[in-house]
């Protein structure tokens, strides 16, 4: 089992910026792909980007790409999402998952967070 705890959502005004965080416990952390996905208000759960358990490999959304960078820090068993230029339609809740394989679709992740909000204001 993998227990993931998503941190850092909040409201922030077009054009800014923040940076999610999700803390993983359990099993080895660099063993997982992870990914961020969101689902807006009235919409299906979107993927964001997925980063490979070494990190040498990053997909995006063609939506985010050039504004938002997924990391991590396997020695913190941490995964972070920085999104930059933010838009209204960045609005959602954003989730992290885990995966054994790198993956841009959610029926591939095994384990997810509960979900933080996030809120552009235009």
């Known amino acids: 089992q993998v227990q993931l705890v998503e941190s850092g959502g909040g409201l922030v005004q077009a054009g800014g910026s923040l940076r999610l965080s999700c803390a993983a416990s359990g099993r080895t952390f660099s063993n997982y792909a992870m990914g961020w996905f969101r689902r807006a208000p009235g919409k299906e759960r979107d993927f964001v980007a997925a980063?490979?358990?070494?990190?040498?490999?990053?997909y995006y959304a063609d939506s985010v790409k050039g504004r938002f960078t997924i990391s991590r820090d396997n020695a913190k068993n941490t995964v972070y999402l920085q999104m930059n230029s933010l838009k209204p339609e960045d609005t959602a809740v954003y989730y992290c998952a885990a995966s054994f394989i790198l993956a841009t679709r959610g029926v591939e992740y095994d384990y997810w967070g509960q979900g933080t909000q996030v809120t552009v204001s235009s």
């Open positions: 980063i490979s358990g070494s990190g040498a490999s990053t």
